[in-house]
């Protein structure tokens, strides 16, 4: 068998064990509810315009924005892969089942990436159905001709979210295959330096993941409007290629710390 | 003997805590027993001989290769951990199944050794019962299974007896002394005696992370200068016996045994107290019953050496 | 006696009296956070927002109360209000792991095979977080009353607010029942820590953005209750006869706090058990 077939086939069984362990266990049904309480959200919207509950001058397209740049891309995705990513490691170390997957003729940084594999699959999995499903009860049944034109939006935040999921999704991964204590850091993380320095005037945005996303985000919602009051947005391609190189530079950083660092199980 | 793990000047430690201390030893086929009170740095000598830890200073050599970090040389090594930690919800078989396709065996090859090697532990009826829900044996011998499965030629398992019952634990113990027959290196780690004993006679006996004797216990024992050997002998004449050999000057101290028909002689000189024994019961006319040496064993080497 | 026996005896002095055995679980929670010097120096910058208050209480009686200088019972809602982003990290450092750490470690049998019960245990671990959680509010919240007392020259200050101590006292203990049993009750529900803290975190800061996105499309705060700090704050504003912050009825907000401290106590309570059956 070629090097990159046995490659391929080691990533393979690493990440549908990793599947197993992390996405097919009870914690999964909460993570779940979140992302369907989207899909409510969007039912609720829905069930407002339709029956006129409330006389309020909000449209399907800005439900959908609200949706999209607030609860999905700045909190769903940041979750998930936080929840997920730091488990990653941490939780093979604190179950004391890493020994059986590192006494393994398997290079680490392999273990790493198919690790990283299944956290991608696992998010996408939880994510884009909400989203396409938030769009399909928002738009189907009001304007088909709005419904075919904001695909093309669609398509965007799709691609924006496996974006997302690829950035925040290494970077969790490398916290939490280095501290101890990852969920705190990866909190600390996600919703006080991402949720501050955004904000701030000057080159200190552009370290954040968010910033990228704020600037290639087709909607606008109140905080990157805010955001972009206080300072440019990046060009699109610079937004996309920084997140590209963001999630291979934390990737890579994990499966050097995992190669090297030596994981202490607790006898 | 050809040396399959070498240990040179090994040493480890942890901030200030040295958990092993310059250690040196030669492994070769067959079972040694790695003994050890508890503390003494056994676990950490077996994280560092299967490449779960670098080592401080020195180097572990396994076939003449670095263990750290050389994922290849994982083929040939299987470990049974002590930690009794599992993915508790996967069945027996898809435990062992899983291990074996990280080995790189196909999907029917890995059935097909899961369910040889279930057998060989004793857990066929349990292969699809859930981890969790297995006894304490049960779980111990899922642990060994996942580690010989894929036919290593290096076997090292840390505390492989906790748990089992007495039949399990001599089935286990059957396992190794024939893994061992069979040319494998499997080392073996305890801090009970018996179980040791019962496997192998090849110890190396670590305390306060240094290895203070390595081999086969009985010639340690005669290296133990400091501690006289003791030998019981019952006969029909005990006190003429004890009468004829005090007067050699090896010969330290004599016990009677409160039935009166047995004497325990405490001699420096093992082997000449052997080779006289016989001509001089002939001479004497006494009649040998029973003779034993109480500690030429490994009880005893392990108290002289560590207490 | 020439030889005296010291083998074995029984205990022939005083037992604790059975109310107290809750404190013994408590105290060894305290010890085993108060090592941790992460932790110690959480709570050290938890005490900054107190500092920077203490400056004002002094300024506000040097220079006089003008503006944000304004001492009153505003003063003292706020200074909490502002102590509820700590109390949530605190709570999660302190609480996540109380009993899903135990649930690993088979821990439960071994405390319930004592002479204590079920609701001592709970409590105790309770007490845990609650110490823990007075100490970013209701202790800070009553020395700030103490020393805006003390900072005044007669007692006017005392006799016209002496009804905010209880208000202080109400708030904090809202706040500290609310994130400790709910923190406690997600604890229960999981063997990992890390799923415990995931899950309460997720809880507040969703609840919040839910909130945020129901605020922009209806255009009204009328909705504030689904927000868990939002709930807080109005139960805040009701103990310091505060006008409300959102246009939610505030008994609707006291009572999805009450439902949410009831839900983890209930949650709580069908968790703790010494054995667990594996099928």
């Keep these: 068998m070629s090097s990159l077939a046995k490659m391929w086939r080691e990533f393979r069984t690493i990440a549908f064990l990793t599947i197993d362990t992390l996405f097919w266990s009870k914690k999964t049904i909460f993570v779940a509810l979140i992302s369907l309480f989207i899909v409510a959200l969007a039912i609720l919207a829905r069930l407002i315009l339709t029956y006129n509950w409330i006389r309020s001058p909000f449209t399907p397209p800005q439900v959908f924005a609200t949706l999209m740049s607030t609860a999905v891309v700045h909190f769903l995705v940041v979750f998930i892969t936080l929840f997920y990513g730091t488990a990653l490691i941490s939780e093979e170390v604190e179950g004391k089942t890493l020994t059986y997957l590192f006494l393994r003729p398997i290079p680490k940084p392999v273990i790493m990436l198919g690790k990283y594999l299944a956290l991608v699959w696992i998010t996408l999995l939880l994510v884009v159905p909400s989203i396409v499903f938030s769009y399909l009860i928002l738009y189907l049944g009001s304007d088909l001709g709005l419904f075919f034109e904001d695909m093309g939006a669609l398509a965007q935040d799709l691609g924006i979210v496996v974006l997302a999921i690829l950035a925040y999704g290494a970077l969790f991964a490398l916290i939490g295959a280095w501290l101890r204590h990852s969920v705190l850091a990866g909190l600390l993380y996600a919703f006080g330096w991402e949720g501050i320095i955004p904000y701030l005037p000057g080159y200190l ?14 909607h606008d919602d109140t905080a990157v409007a805010i955001a972009m009051l206080i300072g440019e947005r990046s060009g699109p391609l610079e937004s996309v290629l920084t997140l590209v190189l963001l999630a291979v530079l934390f990737l890579s950083t994990a499966s050097l710390i995992v190669r090297e660092k030596e994981y202490l199980i607790e006898q | 003997m050809t040396e399959i793990l070498e240990a040179s000047g090994l040493s480890k430690w942890y901030g200030q805590v040295i958990a092993v201390n310059k250690v040196s030893f030669r492994i070769g086929p067959g079972v040694t027993g790695l003994l050890g009170p508890n503390g003494a740095g056994k676990s950490t000598l077996m994280k560092l001989v299967t490449g779960q830890l670098r080592p401080s200073q020195g180097q572990v050599a396994l076939f003449g290769q670095r263990i750290w ?54 857990l066929a009826d349990a292969r699809d019962k859930k981890l969790g829900a297995y006894s304490k044996g049960m779980r111990q011998r899922i642990k060994l299974a996942q580690a010989v499965a894929h036919d290593p030629e290096v076997l090292v398992l840390d ?9 399990a634990r ?6 190794v002394r024939g893994w061992g027959k069979a040319g494998r290196c499997v080392i073996v780690s305890s801090h009970i005696l018996h179980e040791i004993e019962a496997m192998t006679s090849t110890i190396l006996l670590i305390h306060n992370g240094q290895v203070l004797a390595d081999g086969d216990v009985h010639q340690i024992r005669d290296l133990i200068d400091q501690h006289p050997h003791h030998i019981f002998i ?74 | 006696m020439p030889i005296h026996d010291v083998t074995y005896r029984h205990w022939s002095g ?20 108060i090592r941790k010097k992460r932790f110690v120096a959480l709570m050290i910058l938890s005490a900054i927002p107190f500092l920077v208050r203490t400056v004002i209480l002094y300024l506000s009686v040097v220079v006089g109360q003008l503006g944000f200088l304004k001492i009153d019972a505003k003063f003292f809602e706020d200074f909490l209000t502002q102590q509820l982003f700590f109390a949530f990290v605190i709570a999660i450092y302190a609480g996540a792991g109380l009993i899903a750490n135990d649930l690993k470690g088979n821990a439960l049998q071994i405390y319930l095979s004592k002479p204590i019960t079920r609701k001592d245990y709970v409590i105790g671990k309770l007490g845990v977080v609650a110490v823990f959680l007075s100490i970013p509010t209701l202790v800070p919240g009553l020395l700030l009353f103490v020393l805006a007392v003390a900072f005044h020259s007669n007692l006017d ?26 923190v406690l009750a997600l604890s229960a529900l999981s063997k990992s820590s890390r799923f415990a803290g995931i899950v309460f975190a997720a809880f507040f800061f969703f609840s919040q953005i839910v909130y945020g996105i129901l605020h922009q499309i209806l255009r009204t705060t009328s909705v504030a209750w689904v927000s868990l700090t939002q709930n807080l704050i109005q139960v805040g504003d009701f103990f310091f006869a505060a006008p409300p912050h959102y246009a939610s009825p505030t008994w609707v907000s006291g009572l999805i706090v009450a439902g949410l401290m009831a839900a983890s106590a209930w949650l709580i309570h069908r968790r703790i058990r010494a054995v667990e059956v594996v099928q």
């Design chain 2, 159 to 167: 505390e492989p007896l906790a748990g089992m019952d007495p039949v």
């Design chain 3, 157 to 182: 200050f005392l006799q016209q607010n002496y009804w905010v101590i209880g208000s202080i006292v109400m708030y904090s203990l809202a706040i500290i029942l609310t994130y400790g049993l709910v």
């Design chain 2, 170 to 175: 001599r089935e286990t113990i059957r396992l």
């Design chain 2, 234 to 307: 019952r006969c029909s004449e005990p006190r003429r016996l004890a009468e004829i050999l005090f007067r050699f000057e090896d010969v330290l101290s004599v016990r009677f045994e409160p039935d009166g028909r047995a004497v325990t002689f405490e001699s420096e000189k093992p082997d000449e107290f052997y080779q006289r024994l016989p001509d001089l019961l002939l001479r004497h006319q006494i009649e040998l019953e029973e003779i034993t040496s109480p500690d030429d064993n490994l009880q005893a080497v392990f108290h002289y050496l560590v207490k």
């Design chain 1, 205 to 218: 945005r552009k370290l954040t993941i968010t910033h990228y996303i704020q600037s290639i985000l087709p």
């Design chain 3, 14 to 33: 005083e037992w604790t009296s059975h109310p107290y055995r809750w404190w013994v679980i408590t105290r060894q929670g305290i010890s085993l956070l």
């Design chain 2, 69 to 122: 970090n050389n994922y290849p040389l994982f083929r040939r090594i299987g470990f049974c951990p002590e930690q009794d930690s599992f993915y508790e919800w996967m069945t027996g078989a898809e435990f062992v199944a899983a291990l074996l396709r990280l080995h790189g065996f196909g999907e029917a090859e890995a059935e097909s050794r899961t369910t040889s090697v279930l057998e060989l532990v004793g």
